[in-house]
C-alpha cells in the first residue's frame, strides 16, 4: 500500500518536467467560434463528443478540448512543446524562464528567499505570494461553498502555472518553498558573508539535489519496481553532449498520466492524532480545485500533509480506474462545464498523433493481439476485452493511455508495464536523461541510432525549443538554473 504522497508527488514531478501548452488562440480560425461554444472539429478545437444520455448534456453536446501548440520544427510532421525544461530542478518552486524566476524570487530582502505572502500566514508559516484580483480562476468559494458573502483571494503564485490545481498540490509547492527560505535562512547564518545572490543559488542547489534525491532513491522505485530500476535507472553512465534531454511525446501525453489512476476522490485532511480533522474534513476532490481559500482559511497546509502521508493513494484496479470525481467533475467550479480527465488524455493522445496500444507492444517486443480473444488473454479479463472491442473495433485502435494500465503488472512493478509504462516512459522518460548536467531525460541514444525512426515513436517527440537546449550546459540546467549532484542514472530503454 502506497501514501496519497505517491499521488502528490508524482504530480509535482510531472509539473517539474512537463508541461504541453495550447494553442495561445483558443477560437477556431474559421469561424473565429471559441472551442468552448463549438461542436465543429476545426483547428485548433477539438471537441469530445459526449454521448446521449450523459448528464452533462443539459450543457452542451461537447466537452471542449483545444489542441496542444505546434513547434515550429520546419519538418512535416506536427510537433508538440514542452514549455519548462525536462530537468528535474525543482521547476515548481522557482519557475523555469528567467520572468517567472524573478517573479518568485523576494529581491528587495538580499537574503536568497523567495517571496511570500504578506497578507496571511499559516500559525506564523509562510505562504505563497498571490497573484492577480482579475481574471481569478481560484474564486471558488462563494460557489463552492453557497455563501455569497464569503471572502475570496487569488491564486497563490508557484515557480509552476498548476500549482493551485488541487490543494495536496498547493501544499507541497508551500512546503517547498519553506524548504528554500529554511536553507537560505540556515546558509546566512553559517556564511554572514555571502550576499542574497550567492544565498539564492546555494539552497536552490541544494533544494533541487534533494529532489533528485527523492524521485530516483524513494519514488522512483515503487514506480517501475526493482528491476527496471536496476536494468535502466541504475548507473551513470556519464555525461554525454549529444543527448537531447527533452521529454518524449508519449512520456507526457500517456505514460507518466498513469498517476490519473492513482487519485483518490478525497483530498483528506488529519489532525495530530492522524483521525478525520474534526474542524476541517476533507473535501471531495472536486471541491478542492482551484481552492487556494482552503488552505488560507481551513487550518493551513498541515492537516492536507498529514493526509498525504497518513491515507492510502488510490489502487488501480481493472475495475476501478478512475473516481468520477476526475471523469465527470473535473474542474466542476472553474470551467463552464466540468470535464473528464480520462477522455482529455485520449483525446490528447489523439491530438499529438500517437500510435495505439498494439504498434507499442510490437515497439515493446511483445505480442499483437488481434481479437477478441487474445486481447482477453493479454488482459486476462475477456469480459473487458470484449467492452474494448465493442468500442474500439480492433485492439490496433485502443488509446496507449487506456490500453496499457489494464495490462497485468511486470513482476515487482507497482506501476511498470511494457509500452509506454515502463519502457519508453515510467522508466525510460527518466532514464534517457542522463547526463545533461546529470538530470533528466529524453530518447536520447535511441533517437540518435534511429532507433525510434523505426518504432511506433516516429514523430511522437516532444520537442524543447533549441533556445532552451542550446542553453542548457554540462554543469547545469536549462536558464542558468544551478548545477545539483548527478543522477546516478543510465541511457538504455529498450524492452527488456
Ligand atoms: C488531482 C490530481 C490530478 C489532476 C486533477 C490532474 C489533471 C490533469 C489535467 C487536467 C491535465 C491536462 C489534460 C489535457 O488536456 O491533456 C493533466 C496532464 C498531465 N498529468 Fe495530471 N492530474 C493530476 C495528477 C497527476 C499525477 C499524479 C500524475 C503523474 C504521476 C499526472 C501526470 C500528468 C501528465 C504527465 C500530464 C501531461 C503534462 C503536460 O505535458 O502538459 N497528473 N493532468
Redesign the pocket.
Known sequence: MFSMLL??F??W??HDV???PITPITHSYNSSTHCVQTCARTAPCFPIEIPHGDPRLSRGKCMPFVRSSTACTGGQVRQQI?AITAFLDMGPVYGADHMKVMQMRDIDSNKGLLKVNKEYDDKGRELMHFGPMTNNVCATRRHMTGDANAKEVPCFVGGDVRSN??IALTALHTLMLREHNRLARKLSNLNPHWDGERLYQEARKILGGMSQVITYRDYLGFIVGPDAMAKRLSVYPGYDSEVNPGISNVF??AA?????L??QPYVFRLDKNYEEHPDYPSPL?HKA?FAPWRVVFEGGVDPILRGLIGRPAKLNTQEHMAPDE?REK?FKFSEDLALD?AS??MQ?GRDHGLPGYNAWRKFCGLSQPSNMYELGKVLRNYQMAQRLMMLYKTPDNIDVWLGVWPSPLWPGAEWGRCSPASSPTSSGGFNRATDCGGRTTVCSQSVRKGHCGTSPLRGSFVTTPASRRSRSSPSGSAHGAPATAPVRISRRWTCP
Request: proline letters at 0%; zero cysteines; a positive charge.
Open positions: 499521488m502528490t508524482g504530480q514531478t510531472t512537463t508541461l504541453t514542452n490545481e488541487n507526457a501525453t507518466l498520466r498513469f498517476g490519473h492513482t487519485i476532490l480545485f476526475i473535473l480527465l482529455l488524455n490528447r
